[in-house]
T-cell receptor
Framework: DAGVIQSPRHEVTEMGQEVTLRCKPISGHNSLFWYRQTMMRGLELLIYFNNNVPIDDSGMPEDRFSAKMPNASFSTLKIQPSEPRDSAVYFC????????????FGSGTRLTVV | DQQVKQNSPSLSVQEGRISILNCDYTNSMFDYFLWYKKYPAEGPTFLISISSIKDKNEDGRFTVFLNKSAKHLSLHIVPSQPGDSAVYFCAASARQGAQKLVFGQGTRLTINP
């Protein structure tokens, strides 16, 4: 298994532009999570899905952020319009609902908004 | 509101010595705790976990201790090796909504030769 795959690895965009981050979870995992890493707050949960259904989006900072999971093998996190304060590393992770075990994280997307 | 806190942003330890990383939590509903390790340009990887029914869990050089009354857990690494240099995240979950992990800010551990 190739693990959780995120793309792109790096994204540099101008303020006001739309940004789309992509994630392919591990086959067979039925939970998917989007996290954002910042120095001040560490890893913050933005949203998570169970069986492609959004369960908790309370961490989504503003209406500028949206996430979708159209099928079990793909999810997107979109920021529109982007702002400099959105600059961070965004991680996608997946897991199997049945256990209390840990997530498998992707390598992250480093987003820089200038 | 940080429900999981790692108050030490960084820690430097000599190779061969013990590394102790600390984590505090505020939510009494948390009953499962995990440590993740993160290298630069990689995602965090699961290291070790502990259930609230235990106060200690050991896996090789890594031991996690849980003090429920103090709402405190710690990760001990003995002996520390240069490859242990990384950022360590503490995480917690509650039985209700068990899939949702709440992470701390992370502690950067540097092992000096």
């Amino acid at each position: 298994d190739a693990g959780v795959i995120q793309s792109p690895r790096h994204e540099v965009t101008e303020m006001g532009q739309e940004v789309t981050l992509r994630c392919k979870p591990i086959s067979g995992h039925n939970s998917l999570f989007w996290y954002r890493q910042t120095m001040m707050r560490g890893l913050e949960l933005l949203i998570y899905f169970n069986n492609n259904v959004p369960i908790d989006d309370s961490g989504m900072p503003e209406d500028r952020f949206s996430a979708k999971m159209p099928n079990a093998s793909f999810s997107t996190l979109k920021i529109q319009p982007s702002e400099p304060r959105d600059s961070a590393v965004y991680f996608c992770a997946s897991s199997w609902t049945g256990g209390r075990g840990g997530y498998t994280f992707g390598s992250g997307t480093r987003l820089t908004v200038v | 509101d940080q429900q999981v806190k790692q108050n030490s942003p960084s820690l430097s330890v000599q190779e061969g010595r013990i590394s102790i990383l600390n984590c505090d939590y505020t939510n009494s509903m948390f009953d499962y705790f995990l440590w993740y390790k993160k290298y630069p340009a990689e995602g965090p990887t699961f290291l070790i976990s502990i259930s609230s029914i235990k106060d200690k869990n050991e896996d090789g050089r890594f031991t996690v201790f849980l003090n429920k009354s103090a709402k405190h857990l710690s990760l001990h690494i003995v002996p520390s090796q240069p490859g242990d240099s990384a950022v360590y995240f503490c995480a917690a979950s509650a039985r209700q909504g068990a899939q949702k992990l709440v992470f701390g800010q992370g502690t950067r551990l540097t092992i000096n030769p």
